[in-house]
């Protein structure tokens, strides 16, 4: 039997798990989104670029829906 989990197709993003609101999910993917296009496909998440977009998701996502919002960025989550 697969263990697989089913990958959605939601607001563009590729979600395999998600457990909030639609109008959360579809503002956290878009700013999300728009932020990390600023770094180049061969950023890490050490490089400073890379560390001010996931400051300014964090910061957007805490002043929109109130805070303490972790934002974790990456590539390879659950492969």
Not at 48 to 71: C, G, L, Y
Request: aromatic share 8%; proline share 5%.
């Amino acid at each position: 039997m697969s263990k697989t989990k089913e990958i959605q197709l939601i607001f563009g993003a590729e979600v395999k798990s998600v457990d909030m609101p639609d109008d959360i999910l579809k503002d956290a993917i878009e700013f999300s989104s728009a932020a990390l296009k600023e770094c180049s496909t061969d950023a890490e998440p050490c490089d400073p670029i890379f560390k001010a977009a996931i400051r300014s998701i964090k910061e957007h996502m805490d002043e929109t829906w109130k805070p303490n919002w972790q934002v974790i960025v990456g590539r390879n989550f659950g492969s």
